[in-house]
């Protein structure tokens, strides 16, 4: 699977737009982008996927390049519960992966107020 | 409701003692994980089933052992063997149908070798 880049940590203000990039430039054309988020001392939680278009579920939305090189995980209004670590993963689609995915040390990310 | 329970939350063991952390899920998924976690660090993989009666390695498998005799349940072994077992460990499950990828976790269970 393909080796994802995020940066270790970043600040957002509550009630505004939490951008977050992530680095796939490796990404080969049937690993899909994951996000997925910890807050402290639970299990991570699944937020969004995607292959190349653009997603957006009630959590959040996914902005994928068209060359898929790198994607965007937007919180549209950040809450002081959306602080946590944020995990950019990327894996091969497909049963035959076993849905194995590789946890990086992903972007701390504090709301503040 | 359906999810995956972890059990215990909390444990401490002695050095050289073996300790089996449980995992069990009511989701009817084919797939379940077990993943490291040590302080301000990501995820590391430990062993993956796929199928009952059957696992794969992961990432950092030595020192560790697992089980799949039922589809609900994945317990977890620390044995001795492992150098530094002081973590945090969570198991996950997921769906062998489709592609989603989507891993559903439990709350974790945080080991601490005195």
């Known amino acids: 699977d393909a080796k994802t880049t995020q940066p270790p940590s970043m600040d957002c203000a509550e009630g505004r737009a939490a951008n977050l990039p992530c680095n796939h430039s490796?990404?080969?054309?049937?690993?899909?982008v994951y996000w997925y988020r910890q807050i402290h001392s639970q299990g991570p939680q699944y937020i969004i996927h995607g292959l190349k278009n653009n997603e957006t579920n009630e959590m959040a939305s996914l902005i994928i390049t068209e060359d898929r090189k790198s994607s965007t995980l937007i919180l549209p209004h950040a809450t002081l519960r959306d602080t946590a670590v944020y995990y950019c993963i990327v894996r091969v689609a497909g049963k035959a992966a076993g849905n194995k995915l590789t946890f990086g040390g992903g972007t701390r990310v504090l709301v503040k107020p | 409701d359906g999810g995956i329970t972890q059990s215990p939350k909390y444990l401490f063991r002695k050095e050289g003692q073996n300790v089996t952390l449980s995992c069990e899920q009511n989701?009817?998924?084919?797939?379940m994980y077990w993943y490291r976690q040590d302080p301000g660090q990501g995820l590391r993989l430990i062993y993956y089933s796929q199928i009952v009666n059957d696992f794969q390695k992961g990432d950092i498998a030595e020192g560790y052992s697992v089980s799949r005799e039922k589809k609900e349940s994945f317990p977890l072994t620390v044995t001795s063997a492992q150098k530094n077992p002081t973590a945090f460990y969570l198991c996950a499950s997921s769906s062998g149908q489709g592609n989603t990828g989507e891993l559903f976790f439990g709350e974790g269970s945080r080991l601490t070798v005195l």
């Open positions: 490796t990404i080969s054309g049937n690993e899909y």
């Open positions: 989701l009817n998924h084919d797939a």
